[in-house]
């Protein structure tokens, strides 16, 4: 996919943003050398807004995909008011942007020191936990505190995802009921949580879930207040179309009023990627073409960290004027550092004449691509520029089509 940029140089938008980033760039007369992030608040704003409207419940950014001050800011201005955190660090980081925010440390295994600080310093009155150890733990570190809502993380499929997180976290059907026995007699409120993995393609990945989350309440025989169903909504890719985000939420509302759960329990969800991935773009400068392999300012220790390990396709667009009329062909990248791994297999559809010089935008980065970005070898970024353009691809369609700006300044 290529096509002309629509929007180097912008007109301002209504959405706020920080007054020191700079509006618009002129990529042909500046000709940075090193790589520049374009930031689009307006698609953080609509994001967070969908979520608060349709989402029938009560949707929390998972900060981990990006822990950008910016974004969160954004979000919190357009309605979302509570936080997924999943350190201590982030707790630190969501209060000091909005202190009237609510954190939930939903990290199933944390330091007595990190639940303490959060809970007696910034006030985080809901934790997750998978093992007795860990509800032991917060219980001492709370000096057992009354307040609490305790959320047992159960382990669910990831059949569905692009990306397992069933490994690592999650008690098993067969060991919830004690658990949830024991987390209740200590919880003001108790929940279940789980996460279908990242990048979840069908609702029906919801739906499997609340079935085991059904099961488990009904051997353990407690009164549950919270239901909350994780990340996993997904955004559109090279390859992935997934289903409307509607569908989601049709499916998990459906499956959340057939559970035997308190009359007034809760709906929850912890959106990260969903949230934030139209939030960001990275231009990014050829140095050298060997055959299709082209050498670029930025890499697997940069925004390009899952296009490096795990193989992840995101969309790039090449920047010049005039436009090139040269059939695509596929790519691969090279990071900048000296490390053979910074590699990225692709393939990167891009014009065949794509040379040394050349500057292209890589889409689709505002999860997971700035959160991961290191200085490795004395590589990073340190440019922002907010553009009103639209991303590439989009999970808002309608939203799109509705707010698609009319005074786009084009080069």
Known sequence: MHQNHRALGLAAHSTAVPSNLERGIDIAKRRPADPVTLLRPHAAARAARFFVEKFPGRPMYAVKANPSADLIQILWDNGITHF???????VRLVKSVAPQS?????????????????????????????????????????????????????????????LSLGSKFGVSLEESKDLLIATRQVADALGICFHVGSQTMT???????????????????????VIDVGGGFPSAYPGMTPPPLERFFETIHRAFESL?????????????????????????????????????????YGALFDAAHIGWKY???????????????????????????DFMQGPFPLPADTNTGDYFEIG??????????????????????????????????????QARPANVVKL
């Not at 609702?203 to 207040?225: F, H, L, N």
């Not at 790039?316 to 053979?340: H, I, K, N, Y």
Request: hydrophobic letters at 40%; proline letters at 4%.
């Open 84 to 90: 997924d955190t999943a350190s201590i660090a982030e």
């Open 102 to 162: 609510v954190c939930c440390f939903m990290h199933p295994v944390k330091s007595e020191e990190a639940i303490a600080e959060a809970y007696f310093t910034h006030g985080v009155r809901t934790y997750s936990l998978d093992s007795m150890e860990e509800l032991e733990k917060i219980v001492r570190a709370t000096n057992g505190a009354t307040d609490l809502t305790l959320c047992v993380r159960m382990r669910v499929s990831s059949e569905y995802a692009k």
């Open 203 to 225: 609702p029906d990945a919801y739906s499997a879930a609340m079935e085991r989350v059904r099961a488990a309440i009904v051997a353990a025989a407690v009164t549950v207040d």
């Open 260 to 300: 035997p759960v308190s009359y007034s329990a809760e709906l929850w969800a912890e959106p990260g990627r969903a949230l934030c991935a139209e939030y960001s773009s990275v231009v990014v400068r050829v140095e050298r073409r060997r055959g299709n392999e082209l050498y670029i300012n930025d890499g697997a």
């Open 315 to 341: 969309p790039v667009q090449l920047l010049r004027e005039p436009a090139s009329d040269a059939r695509d062909m596929d790519f691969s990248f090279w990071g900048p550092t000296c490390d053979d791994l």
């Open 364 to 401: 689709m980065l505002g999860a997971y691509g700035q959160a991961m970005r290191t200085q490795f070898n004395g590589f990073t970024c340190h440019e922002f520029v907010v553009t009103d353009d639209e991303p590439m691809f989009s999970v808002y369609r309608d939203e799109v089509e």
